[in-house]
């Protein structure tokens, strides 16, 4: 709470600008509690209680710029479920035969009538999603570290939530809190919600993070990608990460931490040589200094 002390002019309108100091995203309602009014000589003072706090101010997390996981590659994952869901009792259209077309595809009957390769048109199968998972489980830690922490976690998520929309890849983000929500977004339009719900979030989650992760891991038929963004590195995490990688999803970790302990250290050598692209978080580093990629 702040104390401002004006000097007005008799007769006179004065108008006062005053900057706030906003260290952590999140939303405040500010405004004025107590008017005290003293004359020239301080012979007299006059005390007005406001308790007025209706202006709502919404700060929300900083946006790096980072590369964007690319799920259009690779033969294990996204091609190959984007290969089984077209529809081959359904086809939308025919063409003329091109090199490098399937068999699988010919419209034989019409084929044999136009005397030449005919194959059928299917819908493009949908882009495969990425599934942003972050840890919103209580911290065991100062209060002040804690904000620290939340708010990089939020200032990653979003940077990876802007990146993937703009590669044009639909987005999923389950925030397990105390009120869970899941925010899913389909093109770059979409990123203010994503914005919004990481202003807001709370870190009060109940359940275990390592559990969040074993039942988001039962809904990833349409997802290509996975980012994962943690205060703690475990043993189950690491496993669930690499469980992930072998399923053939794109795979990145986030560990926002400024410790170098040997035991999680030696388990981000471990994911980074299994192909997870891993990355180690200072929350004490300014965000403008941040290479979130990896």
């Known amino acids: 709470m ?48 406001i308790d007025d706090r209706s202006i709502v101010l919404t700060v929300q997390p900083n946006v790096d710029e980072i590369t964007a996981l690319d799920l259009a590659s690779g033969e294990n994952g996204p091609e190959s479920m984007a290969r089984n869901t077209d529809d081959m009792a359904s086809p939308s259209a025919v063409r003329a035969y091109v090199e490098g077309d399937s068999l699988k595809k010919v419209h034989w009957k019409l084929t044999m009538r136009k005397r030449e390769l005919i194959v059928r048109q299917y819908e493009e199968a949908a882009r495969p999603d990425t599934l942003i998972m972050m840890d919103c489980g209580l911290m065991n830690t100062t209060r002040e570290m804690a904000l620290d922490v939340e708010d990089t976690m939020c200032e990653v998520a979003a940077a990876v939530a802007l990146s993937q929309l703009r590669a044009g890849f639909p987005v999923r983000m389950p925030l397990s809190s105390k009120n869970p929500m899941d925010v899913s977004g389909q093109s770059l339009a979409d990123f ?53 990688k072998r399923n053939g999803l794109k795979v990145r970790l986030y560990w926002i931490s400024d410790s170098q302990r040997a035991e999680a250290m030696g388990m981000l050598m471990r994911l980074s040589g299994m192909g997870v692209s891993v990355k180690r978080v200072s929350p004490l580093c300014d965000w403008k200094e941040r290479n979130l990629a990896s």
């Open 2 to 49: 702040d104390e401002l002390v004006i000097s007005p002019r008799p007769f006179f309108t004065t108008s006062l600008k005053y900057m706030l100091k906003c260290p952590h995203r999140g939303v405040y309602q500010v405004g004025v509690d107590t008017l005290w009014v003293s004359d020239v000589f301080g012979l007299f003072t006059l005390r007005r209680v």
């Open 192 to 244: 203010g919600r994503f914005l919004t719900a990481l202003t807001e979030v709370r870190f009060d989650g109940e359940n275990p993070f390592e559990s969040v992760l074993e039942l988001e891991t039962r809904r990833l038929s349409r997802s290509g990608g996975a980012v994962i963004i943690t205060q703690r590195m475990s043993t189950q995490i690491s496993d669930m990460a690499l469980r992930m």
